[in-house]
C-alpha cells in the first residue's frame, strides 16, 4: 500500500512538469483602446475542462496531446478559435465585440477555509467547504482539526466512539442542528458525529455560547449548525472516494434532479468500511474497530408560485461494529471473561419537513413550521457489559416573523418534543437497572418571543425568552440576550449571556463507563442540568492588497454551572458514582484567532485556546475535571497556483495537558506512566491536491509525527481483571496514515 502511495507522489512530480501555454486576453472598448477581460474561457477544443483569466486577463492552461485547436470566449465578444505551434507562448489574444455570446460563465475563487463571521450577531466560527476539503474529512467527527474552539477526541480505548468538546466543556452542552433542525440528541448522540459525511455539506457554523431561544433551551456553550448540500445545487453528480493505508475506504455520492423549475431534490449516499484490525502499540487491542456503514438521505424543495417553500426529506442508517481484543470472536467468545471485545450496531431513520411562507409587501414578515420525526436502535457490548435502547422523538416548531418600523422586529411561537425510551443494561449477565441509571420518557411543550432591534447593520440587540414545561422537571424559564456593535467599520465588538438547561441520559452522554470492570451506582434521582453562559468577543479586520482583509479577534466566555450531573471514576473502589453537583463547576475559556493572506492565494490561519474548567467532585474536592485539556494551538497554512490547479495545505497542533484521574484505586504497576497530567504533545497534517476542471486528487497524511497515547488501556493483558479500564484515553490513539482520494464534480 505505501509503494502506491509513493507512486501517487511521483505521479504528482510528473504532472507538475508538464509544459504550459501562457497568454492574455484582451477586447476594443466602444474608444478603440485594448482592455484586459476578466474570467474570458480558454479552453481546447472538444474538452470540458479549462482556465479562465485573471484580472490582468491573462491564463495560464496545460498544453494538449488531442489537439492543437484553443478557444476563448467572452460575453458580448465573439468566440475565436485559433490554431497553436509547438513553439507558442505568451500569446496575445484579442476579441471583436459582437457576435455569438456563451451562455454563462463560471469564475472560480478559493474561499477562506476557516473565518469568523462579520455579520453574525454571535461569535461565529465557519467552516468553508475549502475548510473540509483541507483534510480527509471522512466524517463530521474529523471535520475540526482546522479549530480551536472544537476539540474531538475518543471516548475510550474499545469502541472508536468520538466526542466533541466545546468551551473546556463536553459536546453533550453544544447543540448540533441540521440546518437550524435539532438532532443527534439521547441515544443518537452518542455515535452521532460518525454519520454525517463531510462531503455531504457545504459548511459548519459554530457559534459560541448561548444561542437563540427559537431553537430550544439546550445550548449551553453554543451550536454547531450543518449546512448540507442543497437539492438545487447547480452540481449535477458529485463523487467522493477515499482510501487509507490501513485499507479504510468510504465513497460518498451527491446527485441532483431538477424536476421542474419549481421542484427539485438530491440524492445523498454514503458507504465506508475499517477492514483491518490495527495494534501499534502492540498491547493486543486494536487501535480502532473493525466497522461497516451505510448511510442514504434525500432532500426535496418545492417553491411555490407565491414564495413559499418546502423542504422535506428522509435518512437511513445502519452501522455495525467491532473493538477489543484481536482476533475476538463476538459469537465464540461472548461469554468468555479471559477474552474482551466489543460490538455496536446502530440503525436510524429520520424524516423531517420545514414549511416557510412569506406575507407582506416588504420581505420581512414569514410564517414556518418544522415537523420532525426519529427512530434509533442501539444494541451493544463491552466484554460483559451491555447496553441495548431504542428511541423515538418527535418534534414540533412553529414560529411567525415579523417586522415593523425601520429598527424592529420579533419572532414568536410554539414547540413541543416527546422523547420515548426503551432502555437495558446489564453486567455480568445481571439485569441491574438501578434506579434513575435509565431515562425516562420525556414530554416538554413551550413557547417563546426573540425581539430584535437593528440600526444600519451597525448595532443589533437581540432579547429572547421562552417558557416550557417538562413532565419531569416541571416549569422554568430560559432568557438570552446578544449584543453587537461596530465600532469602526472594521472593529465589530460582541456580548452575550443566558441560561440553557438540559436533561441528562447517563450512559448515552458517558458511553465510556461500559469500557471497564466497574460498577455503576446512581445515587440519586439526576436534576435538570442548569448553566449560566456569559462571553464577549472583540475583532479588527485590517484591509491588505486587492482588497484582502486580515483578522484578528479575541473572545472569553465562562459558563457557570448552578446543577450539573456528575459522571465521577474518582470516588470509592471499583465504582463509578453518578450524583447531582454539590458545590461549584465552571468553564472559563480564552480564545485568540488570526487570519492573514500576506501574498496572493498565501493563507494563514493561526489560533490558540485555554480553558480551566474546575468541577467539585466528592472525594477530589475542588479540582480540574479530568481528562479536559488545558489549551490548544494551531497554525493553519494553505497555498494555491493560479487558477487552484495546485493546492496544498498545512496543520500544526500543539494540544495542551488533561488532568488524569486520581490513580489511588490503581495497583503500583498499572499507575499510569505520566503522574498526575498527561504531557503536552503535537500533530501535523498535511495534504496537497491536483486539480482538472470537474476532478481533484488529493494525497494526505494525518498525524505525520506519528504520536500515540501509550498504553491506553490499563491491565490489556488481563481483561477480567476488575481494575481494567479503556476509559482513560487523553490523546490519539491511531498513528501516521496516508490517504488518497478523488473528488469528481459533474
Request: glycine share 8%; hydrophobic share 35%.
Amino acid at each position: 500500500m505505501r509503494k502506491i502511495f509513493l507512486l501517487c507522489a511521483l505521479l504528482f512530480g510528473i504532472g507538475a512538469k508538464a509544459a504550459n501555454l501562457s497568454g492574455a486576453v484582451l477586447g476594443a472598448t466602444e474608444s478603440g483602446q485594448d482592455e484586459p477581460l476578466v474570467a474570458a474561457d480558454v479552453f481546447w477544443l472538444g474538452s470540458t475542462g479549462g482556465a479562465a483569466t485573471d484580472s490582468d486577463g491573462k491564463f495560464e492552461i496545460p498544453r494538449s496531446k488531442k489537439t492543437n485547436r484553443l478557444v476563448i470566449a467572452y460575453y458580448g465578444y465573439a468566440a475565436d478559435t485559433i490554431t497553436i505551434d509547438n513553439d507558442d507562448d505568451n500569446l496575445e489574444i484579442r476579441l471583436k465585440s459582437g457576435g455569438s455570446e456563451i451562455d454563462e460563465v463560471t469564475v472560480q475563487a478559493r474561499q477562506k477555509g476557516t473565518f469568523t463571521s462579520k455579520i453574525a450577531p454571535v461569535t461565529t466560527e465557519i467552516i468553508s467547504y475549502t475548510g473540509l476539503t483541507k483534510m480527509a474529512c471522512c466524517n463530521l467527527a474529523e471535520s475540526f482539526e482546522n479549530s480551536a474552539t472544537v476539540t474531538v477526541g475518543f471516548s475510550d480505548a474499545v469502541s472508536g466512539t468520538r466526542q466533541i468538546r466545546m468551551l473546556g466543556l463536553a459536546g453533550i452542552y453544544t447543540q448540533i442542528l441540521d440546518e437550524s433542525r435539532p438532532i443527534m440528541r439521547g441515544i443518537s448522540a452518542t455515535n452521532g458525529l460518525n454519520y454525517t459525511p463531510g462531503m455531504w455539506l457545504e459548511g459548519i457554523q459554530i457559534s459560541k455560547g448561548t444561542s437563540s431561544v427559537i431553537n430550544g433551551y439546550e445550548a449551553i456553550t453554543g451550536q454547531i449548525n450543518l449546512e448540507y448540500r442543497k437539492p438545487n445545487n447547480p452540481d449535477r453528480v458529485f463523487v467522493n472516494a477515499y482510501l487509507n493505508n490501513d485499507y479504510r475506504g468510504e465513497i460518498n455520492l451527491a446527485t441532483t434532479l431538477q424536476l421542474s423549475p419549481k421542484l427539485s431534490a438530491i440524492l445523498l449516499l454514503h458507504a465506508s468500511a475499517d477492514r483491518d484490525m490495527v495494534d501499534d502499540n502492540r498491547d493486543g487491542f486494536s487501535d480502532q474497530p473493525q466497522s461497516r456503514q451505510l448511510n442514504a438521505a434525500n432532500r426535496w424543495l418545492y417553491t411555490f408560485d407565491n414564495g413559499m417553500q418546502l423542504r422535506t426529506g428522509m435518512r437511513f442508517l445502519v452501522e455495525g461494529k467491532q473493538g477489543g481484543q484481536l482476533h475476538f470472536d463476538r459469537h465464540a467468545d461472548r461469554h468468555d471473561t479471559s477474552r474482551y471485545g466489543s460490538y455496536i450496531t446502530n440503525r436510524n431513520f429520520n424524516a423531517y419537513a420545514k414549511l416557510g411562507m412569506p406575507f407582506g409587501n416588504d420581505g420581512r414578515n414569514s410564517v414556518a413550521l418544522v415537523v420532525d420525526y426519529m427512530l434509533h436502535d442501539m444494541a451493544s457490548f463491552f466484554g460483559q457489559k451491555i447496553y441495548n435502547a431504542t428511541e423515538q422523538s418527535a418534534y414540533l416548531n412553529g414560529l411567525v416573523q415579523m417586522g415593523f418600523g425601520e429598527h424592529h422586529s420579533i419572532t414568536f411561537g410554539l414547540s413541543a418534543r416527546g422523547d420515548f425510551y426503551d432502555e437495558e443494561y446489564s453486567f455480568s449477565d445481571n439485569i441491574t437497572n438501578p434506579d434513575y441509571l435509565l431515562h425516562e420518557n420525556e414530554r416538554v411543550v413551550g413557547a417563546f418571543g426573540e425581539y430584535t432591534f437593528n440600526i444600519d447593520k451597525k448595532f443589533s440587540a437581540i432579547a429572547g425568552l421562552r417558557i416550557d414545561n417538562n413532565n419531569l422537571y416541571g416549569a422554568f424559564v430560559t432568557p438570552r440576550a446578544h449584543l453587537k456593535y461596530n465600532l469602526t467599520d472594521n472593529l465589530i465588538a460582541r456580548a452575550s449571556a443566558g441560561r440553557g438547561l438540559r436533561s441528562a441520559n447517563i450512559i448515552a452522554d458517558n458511553i465510556w463507563v461500559m469500557a471497564n470492570q466497574r460498577n455503576l451506582v446512581v445515587e440519586a434521582k439526576p436534576k435538570m442540568e442548569d448553566a449560566w453562559t456569559y462571553g464577549m468577543s472583540l475583532t479588527q479586520y485590517f484591509n491588505l492588497h486587492d482588497e484582502e482583509k486580515a483578522s484578528i479577534g479575541v473572545d472569553v466566555f465562562r459558563t457557570q454551572f448552578s446543577n450539573q450531573v456528575i459522571v465521577d471514576q474518582e470516588v470509592g473502589n471499583n465504582e463509578i458514582r453518578v450524583y447531582n453537583l454539590d458545590g461549584k463547576s465552571y468553564a472559563n475559556n480564552y480564545q485568540i484567532d488570526a487570519s492573514v493572506t500576506p501574498i496572493e492565494r498565501l493563507s494563514l490561519y493561526a489560533t490558540f485556546r485555554y480553558s480551566d474548567t474546575q468541577v467539585e467532585l466528592k472525594e477530589m474536592g475542588f479540582s480540574r475535571k479530568p481528562l479536559v485539556d488545558n489549551f490548544k494551538g494551531l497554525l493553519s497554512v494553505s497555498y494555491a497556483t493560479k487558477f487552484n490547479k495546485w493546492m496544498f495545505d498545512a496543520t500544526a497542533q500543539i494540544n495542551g495537558q488533561s488532568r488524569l484521574p486520581s490513580s489511588r484505586y490503581v495497583p503500583r504497576d498499572a499507575k499510569f506512566e505520566y503522574g498526575e497530567y498527561s504531557p503536552v504533545y503535537p500533530m501535523f497534517f498535511a495534504q496537497v491536491t491536483k486539480r482538472w476542471h470537474s476532478l481533484d486528487v488529493y494525497l494526505g497524511c494525518e498525524n505525520i509525527a506519528d504520536y500515540t497515547q501509550d498504553n491506553p488501556i490499563i491491565y490489556a493483558d488481563q481483561p477480567g481483571n476488575e481494575k481494567f479500564n479503556a476509559s482513560v484515553v487523553w490523546g490519539p490513539l491511531m498513528g501516521r496514515k496516508f490517504y488518497l482520494g478523488i473528488r469528481w464534480t459533474l
